[in-house]
């Protein structure tokens, strides 16, 4: 009897348990744990440096990226307030930005940076508040980011003038040239002028164009020649997002042509730059012409790609890829930004606060459900608190290995660092990789049109 008992007793038990509650229990790191961790750098923010671009969390100064600031810390941050739950915090972070933001600036800022933390941050606050003003200020910034695609082959400059809408720096990289789409494409849905599309579209066009034949890209690319200025092929720093892009292109406006080209893309990517060795299967860098191997360097920008394998289906890969990427961080328990991985060397001993080793365990956890990538969460959690934290917020790293601090916490941190960690470690799944594309600074962007 007392075992029928013992049996009825667990049966109630599992039928009563959600899923999201066994996984709550799984480690002890919560999501909880991550918005009090998110609050203590916000709150660091608000008290030394409210109203500009980021804190100076060593020094406690504020700092802006262009001498005048354009809010990149509290734009950033506002969907991840957002998403948190954080009522009080976005409604301040909304106010200032309403009463402050304003981009009628005598400054030339680089488009890309703008464009994924400002634009993206505005869409996607649009998006989840439902505030007009907030499409309005997007709208603005779109029209003096736009002429930088007044190339002779319309792929873009680096860097404009927010009031003269002067361009210069024509050298560009795939990254600052290919990560545009998702934003200027949902600027022009949401606003109904499509030249936001088309611009950004071509650009991505005109560089898918000048490939070299066995289907690879190079670092660096003249937009007024059209002639590649350095030929290294790789998947990071300068490249990485390039094929996000064209994944999440596809994915979030069904461009079918975006769809082709990130499939050839892959092909060439997965068959020329991929690289399994005995230390693990990596990524390196090869001659975009013939594919051959010039580098065996991997760092935490190129620890995206598993995400972006797991968008592809390419499942087997991604774990693969995030199991070197997991390697790297044990190494001295907070990631470099670069190491050989054939000799498993540091190559550049700093750690920025990153976020794409946890954006991969985020997609890897929603697409195999394996409660491994919540404990690589709970890890990586546990060694951001030991090494980063500060009385004001999180530093920055000098050396990982012998973790001295740097005086930079970047507005990534926010937008990404710790919503990728919430959204992992959030049993309710607050937001589902289903119903949003995420920009390349994490601001979830919705099909609502």
Same mark, same amino acid.
């Given at each position: 009897m007392r075992n029928i008992f013992f049996v009825l007793a667990i049966t109630f038990a599992c039928v009563a348990t959600s899923i999201a509650q066994i996984r709550s229990k799984l480690g002890t790191i919560t999501s909880e744990m991550v918005k009090e961790e998110f609050l203590h750098a916000w709150n660091g923010y608000k008290q030394y440096a409210w109203g500009h671009d980021a804190l100076k969390p060593l020094t406690k100064q504020p700092h802006d990226w262009y001498g005048t600031s354009l809010l990149m810390t509290?734009?950033?941050?506002?969907?991840?307030?957002?998403?948190?739950?954080? /009522?009080?915090?976005?409604?301040?972070?909304? /106010?200032?930005?309403?009463?402050?933001?304003?981009?009628?600036?005598?400054?030339?800022?680089?488009? &890309?940076e703008v464009t994924i933390r400002l634009l993206g941050g505005l869409l996607s606050a649009y998006q989840l508040d439902g505030d007009k003003r907030f499409l309005i200020l997007a709208e603005d910034l779109g029209k003096r980011l736009l002429p930088v695609f007044n190339s002779p082959t319309g792929m873009p400059y680096r860097y404009v003038h927010l009031q003269?809408?002067?361009?210069?720096?024509?050298?560009?990289?795939?990254?600052?040239?290919?990560?545009l789409l998702?934003?200027?494409?949902?600027?022009?849905?949401?606003?109904?002028?499509?030249?936001?599309?088309?611009?950004? /579209?071509?650009?991505?066009?005109?560089?898918?164009?000048?490939?070299?034949?066995?289907?690879?890209?190079?670092?660096?690319?003249?937009?007024?020649?059209?002639?590649?200025?350095?030929?290294?092929?790789?998947?990071?720093?300068?490249?990485?997002?390039?094929?996000?892009?064209?994944?999440?292109?596809?994915i979030l406006f069904g461009d079918k042509e975006c769809k082709t080209m990130a499939d050839e893309s892959m092909k060439a990517i997965n068959l020329y730059v991929a690289d399994s060795i005995r230390s693990g &299967?990596?990524?390196?860098?090869?001659?975009?012409?013939?594919?051959?191997?010039?580098?065996?360097?991997?760092?935490?920008?190129?620890? &995206?790609?598993?995400?972006?394998?797991?968008?592809?289906?390419?499942?087997?890969?991604?774990?693969?890829?995030?199991?070197?990427?997991?390697?790297?961080?044990?190494?001295?328990?907070?990631?470099?930004?670069?190491?050989?991985?054939?000799?498993?060397?540091?190559?550049?001993?700093?750690?920025?606060?990153?976020?794409?080793?946890?954006?991969?365990?985020?997609?890897?956890?929603?697409?195999?459900?394996?409660?491994?990538?919540? /404990?690589?969460?709970?890890?990586?959690?546990?060694?951001l608190v030991h090494y980063c934290r500060n009385d004001v917020g999180y530093a920055s790293l000098k050396n990982v290995i012998t973790k001295e601090k740097s005086d930079e916490m970047e507005s990534f941190f926010f937008a990404e660092t710790m919503k990728y960690l919430y959204l992992l470690l959030e049993p309710s799944g607050t937001l589902s990789l289903d119903s949003v594309v995420f920009n390349t600074e994490a601001h979830p962007i919705r099909k609502t049109w």
């Open positions: 509290p734009v950033d941050a506002f969907d991840t307030m957002v998403l948190m739950g954080l /009522k009080k915090e976005s409604e301040e972070a909304k /106010k200032l930005i309403f009463d402050s933001l304003s981009f009628n600036k005598n400054i030339d800022v680089q488009c &890309f003269t809408r002067a361009v210069q720096k024509p050298n560009n990289n795939p990254a600052e040239i290919g990560t998702i934003e200027f494409g949902t600027l022009s849905k949401l606003t109904g002028d499509s030249i936001y599309y088309q611009k950004a /579209k071509n650009a991505l066009v005109q560089l898918y164009n000048r490939r070299s034949p066995i289907g690879l890209v190079g670092s660096w690319i003249n937009v007024e020649t059209g002639k590649w200025t350095n030929t290294s092929s790789h998947v990071g720093g300068g490249i990485d997002s390039y094929y996000e892009y064209l994944v999440k292109a596809w &299967f990596w990524y390196g860098q090869v001659d975009m012409n013939t594919g051959k191997r010039t580098g065996t360097t991997f760092g935490s920008l190129e620890a &995206f790609m598993p995400a972006l394998l797991c968008l592809t289906n390419d499942i087997s890969r991604a774990k693969k890829v995030q199991q070197s990427c997991y390697t790297m961080w044990n190494l001295y328990n907070i990631e470099p930004e670069e190491i050989n991985y054939a000799t498993m060397n540091v190559t550049s001993k700093e750690y920025v606060l990153r976020p794409e080793i946890i954006e991969s365990a985020y997609y890897l956890y929603h697409y195999t459900g394996d409660v491994q990538y919540c /404990k690589i969460g709970e890890k990586i959690y546990r060694d």
